[in-house]
């Protein structure tokens, strides 16, 4: 099975899938890593054992899984139009009133805008993230990191539009 893609070319779907992936996981799959640095360097300066290490990974887990667990079956799912569950029949029951409606409206277009400010924002930090790490074997390109962020990130963007 092949999609054609907006240059004309066929691509197999396991390939395209794999994109996608990417893509939606590649913001969740990173900023743990962030919180997790954070977590062992930050103001406590934690020292990096097996013991909290394990720590904060267990903290990070089960605070996904708690959040998730809370919000999706405990609170979305219970959501019930006719016999239909989950967001969408959420939705639907809030957007009854008028004034609900409006609230609903505002709600998603602030969702968006903290959509669009994350996808703005990560690709810059990863990258920032990414040569702050190389200051570790050399200390004396302290001076370069911003530049050299700059460059990769201008790099990216400019042959961005020919697909990910």
């Known amino acids: 099975m092949a999609e054609h893609t ?3 070319v066929k ?7 794999v994109g996608a992936l990417g893509v939606v996981f590649g913001d969740i799959g990173t900023s ?3 919180a997790f640095r954070e977590s062992l360097a930050g103001e406590l300066d934690l020292a990096v054992d097996e013991a909290n290490v394990l720590g904060v990974l267990s903290l ?3 605070s996904l899984i708690i959040v998730i667990t809370i919000k999706y079956l405990v609170i979305v799912m219970r959501a019930d139009n006719d016999g239909e569950g989950g967001i ?3 939705a639907s029951l809030v957007t009854g009133k008028q004034r609900s409606r409006r609230r609903l409206v505002l709600l998603g277009l602030f969702g968006t805008a903290l959509l669009y400010g994350d996808g703005m924002i ?4 990863s990258v920032l993230s990414a040569v702050e790490g ?17 460059v990769i990130l201008i790099c990216l963007f400019s042959i961005q539009r020919r697909g990910t």
């Open 122 to 125: 990560t690709p810059a930090i």
């Open 32 to 34: 743990p890593l962030y």
């Open 134 to 150: 190389l200051q570790v074997s050399t200390p004396s390109i302290d001076r370069w990191v911003v530049p050299i962020v700059a």
């Open 88 to 90: 969408l029949a959420l």
């Open 6 to 8: 907006d240059n004309g």
């Open 60 to 62: 990070m887990f089960w």
């Open 11 to 17: 691509a197999p779907a396991a390939a395209l899938t």
